[in-house]
């Protein structure tokens, strides 16, 4: 089969870097799709300049496959909806990214059907091989990318990922219709990892680098990779974040990364890294690293309430709820760091969003 080849217009905005959430999943009290708020949702995004989304990935929770529940094909269809809009009201590329899970079976009907609703590429997940060997999974990617271009996904153990060596992603690297890899084991030994395989891989210039390290945005988009290949010393920058944190105080990270990429990010190194810790911080508290993660998604659900964009925090699984003292430590991080959200944003746009 020959490889789908994305357009210059998107490949120039992926390599450019982007602010890429990771959409939730907006659910009514009955827990079923509540899509005016689904729609709003993508419009905030939208409107606050993400470069692209990605959908039907863990924030949107993965029980939307499930047959009895049968939302992964429903949330594809809306996000392409308000995409194609958008687009044509704007002009603007929005980069399109649907997330795979499963076995190969499963994740070549995925891709199949992200594809067929217009998505530029899958973003793999390879928790299902927990014990596989290198090359079991490496055939694994390279049937899925023979039907939709990837995204590389190292997520970290903590929610269901698993180590992948240097090895692995010099060889994944290597597979010509990867694109891009988002890198989330919020470890720097592994994310090194990746970064040297794919300079390692030759292909350095065509994969595009994205933080998933929730743990480390601001100090990833601010470092450059210096690293030997061959004789030649090959330079590599993560260029955006494909990001659950950056589902929420969307505009803020947008405003971020415009400042990096144009050199303007204000203050000496100190105040930088004084700002990245502020991140860290709000993080910990919408993601419930306190407590492994367990609050991740209604941590992010309950910044969404707040704003409007949400009414509750239900999601498809009864017993998710937020965790003893996380409402608590989301107060905190609100008013220790105001400039870090965008409600007056959100606030000016919310009735636009909703009708």
């Given at each position: 089969m020959e490889n789908i080849k994305l357009s210059e217009n998107i490949l120039k905005a992926l390599h450019k870097g982007a602010v890429i959430p990771a959409m939730p999943l907006a659910l009514d009290k009955e827990r079923k799709l509540d899509e005016r708020r689904q729609r709003a949702i993508i419009r905030y995004y939208l409107d606050a300049g993400a470069g692209g989304v990605a959908v039907a990935v863990h924030t949107t929770q993965f029980e939307i496959r499930l047959p009895e529940i049968n939302l992964y094909e429903p949330v594809l269809r809306i996000a392409r909806e308000e995409f194609d809009h958008f687009a044509a009201t704007t002009q603007k590329p929005v980069i399109r990214i649907a997330g795979i899970i499963g076995r190969t079976e499963q994740a070549a009907r995925e891709a199949r059907l992200a594809l067929s609703h217009g998505y530029h590429a899958g973003l793999l997940s390879l928790a299902v091989f927990p014990e596989a060997s290198n090359q079991t999974i490496l055939e694994h990617c390279r049937v899925i990318a023979d039907i939709i271009p990837?995204?590389?996904?190292?997520?970290?153990?903590?929610?269901?990922?698993?180590?992948?060596?240097?090895?692995?992603?010099?060889?994944?690297?290597?597979?010509e219709n990867v694109i891009a890899i988002k890198i989330a084991p919020f470890n720097r030994y592994q994310t090194l990892d990746v970064v040297r395989g794919v300079i390692e891989s030759g292909r350095a210039h065509e994969i595009a680098l994205y933080t998933g390290n929730d743990d480390n945005i601001l100090v990833d988009l601010l470092t450059e990779y210096n690293l030997p290949a061959g004789s030649k010393v090959i330079k590599k920058r993560i260029v955006g974040g494909l990001l659950g944190h950056w589902a929420v105080w969307t505009r803020s990270a947008v405003a971020l990364l415009d400042e990096i990429q144009g050199g303007n990010l204000t203050g000496d190194t100190q105040q930088q890294l004084d700002l990245a810790m502020q991140i860290t911080d709000s993080n910990a508290a919408f993601f419930d690293a306190a407590n492994n993660f367990k609050g991740c998604i209604v941590g992010l659900h309950e910044v969404l309430r707040r704003q409007g964009l949400m009414e509750g925090?239900?999601?498809?699984?009864?017993?998710?709820v937020l965790s003893p003292g996380q409402k608590q430590e989301i107060d905190r991080v609100y008013a220790a760091y105001p400039h870090l959200n965008d409600d007056d944003f959100v606030a000016e746009n919310l009735h636009k969003w909703l009708s």
């Open positions: 990837i995204v590389g996904f190292y997520l970290q153990p903590a929610v269901g990922g698993r180590i992948l060596d240097v090895d692995f992603w010099r060889e994944f690297a290597q597979i925090l239900w999601t498809l699984k009864r017993d998710e």
